[in-house]
């Protein structure tokens, strides 16, 4: 879970070039492993994970607001990070009762349709009947 936290955007400012891009996508390739794993996850990390999750969700919605584009950001970074985001839900079993709009999240998987991972990743997240087969054709 501390691996996670590296693939927040940093606002601070402090200077240091960091590609964030590249971070997310190895991210996103660890985070798919790890639900592919199943691996049971304690309560003291899903909690830690949690606090991550919605720190980062914080700062997803402030990007999506202070964009002037509506929140539907579709720009490669926005894409990538919303992508990265949701397999975090994913792989440490976020979503279910743990405060996370569930609308909100299913608007960020149409944002990342174009990633071959949309499909597998909406099961996980058990998005179901919130989405149309439209969508996963897309």
Do not use: P
Not at 58 to 70: D, I, P
Not at 87 to 92: E, G, S, V
Not at 94 to 119: C, P, S, T
């Amino acid at each position: 879970v501390d691996a996670v936290q590296g693939l927040i955007a940093d606002d601070s400012g402090s200077g240091t070039s960091v590609d964030l891009g590249g971070l997310r996508r190895v991210g996103v390739v660890l985070l798919e492993e790890l639900m592919r794993a199943k691996v049971e996850i304690r309560d003291g990390v899903k909690e830690k994970a949690k606090a991550i999750a919605a720190e980062w969700k914080g700062k997803l919605a402030a990007a999506s607001s202070g964009s002037g584009s509506g929140g539907d950001g579709g720009g490669e970074e926005d894409g990538l990070e919303k992508l990265c985001f949701l397999h975090m839900l994913a792989a440490f079993g976020l979503v279910e009762n743990d405060g996370f709009d569930l609308n909100e999240l299913v608007e960020y998987a149409a944002v990342i349709a174009r990633y071959r991972q949309v499909v597998e990743l909406c099961r996980a997240l058990k998005f179901g009947d919130k989405i149309s087969g439209n969508f996963l054709l897309y």
